[in-house]
């Protein structure tokens, strides 16, 4: 009873999950908005279409789990949204510019004549790899304890790489589900690629994640 009736003792437990489920709520939403970017390269002019329509009515609305989670973490620890922030300062700059460009780029290329829309095309492909790569990266450096050494900056770039590769699998798993026909197929294909991807990234961070930090190591 006094743990539920004290909320110095569950508060910041309630926070710390709330905040955990609003970044894995934005990773599975917003993650197959991002991962739009690296397929458009891959894409058909129809297909290119079509990518984009099947995220039109949601992109917008999953960014605001991100917001969320920043929003919690300035509440319920201003001093920790100081320290994280002031350390990733610069791929957060990278991480919102990107966020920008993404959805300027958006809105333009739906009002935009057909001789602009690969302008577009590439401005979003750029938005979209510039955010998940940040935050591949910032997953990267929140790990090893916001420490720029130089073996850090390398597992967080590890982080970033794999982390965008999975966004781009989430978004073929999307096309399998909403399409058909041929769209479908390729989406199936581009998938089977990035699924073995996926499975080289999670075994890579975790053998590296011990000789990069001494504390995991001990553990």
């Known amino acids: ?105 958006f809105e333009m290329r739906a009002k935009a004549p057909i001789t602009q829309k690969r302008m577009w095309n590439g401005a979003i492909f750029a938005g979209s790899l510039m955010a998940s790569l940040s935050q591949g990266f910032m997953l990267g450096m929140y790990i090893m304890g916001l420490t720029w050494t130089l073996p850090n900056i390398a597992f967080a770039t590890l982080t970033a790489v794999f982390l965008t590769v999975g966004y781009s699998f989430t978004r073929a798993a999307w096309l399998i589900w909403k399409n058909e026909n041929q769209l479908q197929h390729r989406a199936i294909c581009w998938a089977k690629g990035r699924i073995w991807g996926l499975v080289l990234g999670v075994v890579s961070i975790s053998v590296a994640t011990p000789f990069v930090s001494a504390r995991i190591f001990d553990k």
């Open 1 to 105: 009873m006094d743990m539920f009736g004290n909320p110095v003792t569950w508060l910041p437990s309630t926070f710390v999950a709330l905040m955990g489920l609003s970044i894995l709520i934005y990773v599975v939403l917003d993650g197959f908005d991002l991962g739009v970017g690296p397929l458009i390269p891959l894409a058909s002019k129809d297909e290119k279409e079509r990518l984009f329509a099947s995220i039109r009515p949601f992109w917008d609305a999953n960014e605001t789990w991100l917001i969320l989670a920043i929003g919690l973490l300035l509440v319920a620890f201003p001093a920790a949204h100081g320290i994280i922030l002031t350390a990733l300062y610069l791929p957060v700059f990278v991480m919102l510019v990107g966020l920008i460009l993404r959805g300027v780029s």
